[in-house]
């Protein structure tokens, strides 16, 4: 009997380890480039189709929060209204929220990405996949957070998984040493 619970609590144990704020990503692709060594340059559209360049989207900001998600992680669509109140407490201190659809590559994936976000009433801007991403962008779990300079540069920490404090801390810190 006592081997019997000592396995079920075993099982349990290990169950609840396995459970996270970050998805995997299914395919085994490379280790992602480290971060602070990256310049991001790229030209891609909106959701919306409209046109976005690196260079606009970056240089009109001190700092650009960059979250990668996609529409089949359950933690990627539960943060979505936490980043849209992000985006509009961080916009009056020269900071953009930005998303990235990674799985966004045909009409209907980019119409469910579409939907998610007007379910989860947020409305700042997410980018279409553009070709090369993959090798520009440190995506190893879903969701990820890099931070951008406004020199297109990838600074400070990326982080793995909904992690709104580590978001709010991150970008806290990156706003402080711009302000040096």
Not at 23 to 28: D, F, L, N, V
Not at 57 to 78: A, D, E, G, P
Not at 114 to 137: C, F, H, K, N
Request: proline content about 3%; some cysteine; overall charge negative.
């Amino acid at each position: 009997m006592k081997k019997r619970l000592l396995i079920v609590l075993l099982c349990l144990l290990l169950a609840v380890s396995a459970c996270g704020k970050t998805e995997i990503r299914p395919a085994a692709d490379e280790p992602a480039a480290k971060a602070d060594a990256q310049t991001l340059s790229f030209e891609t559209a909106d959701l919306n189709g409209n046109a976005v360049s690196s260079e606009e989207l970056f240089s009109s900001h001190k700092i650009t929060m960059v979250n990668v998600m996609t529409t089949w992680c359950r933690y990627c669509i539960q943060e979505l209204p936490e980043l849209q109140e992000l985006s509009e407490a961080y916009a009056e201190k020269d900071c953009a929220i930005v998303g990235i659809l990674y799985d966004g590559t045909d009409d209907a994936l980019l119409e469910t990405g579409r939907s998610l976000m007007e379910q989860a009433g947020a409305s700042y801007t997410v980018l279409q996949p553009w070709d090369g991403m993959e090798a520009q962008i440190p995506v190893q779990a879903f969701p990820t957070t890099f931070f951008v300079n406004s020199a297109g540069e990838i600074v400070g920490e990326t982080i793995l998984g909904a992690e709104l404090a580590r978001y709010t801390a991150q970008l806290d810190t990156l706003l402080a040493q711009t302000a040096e």
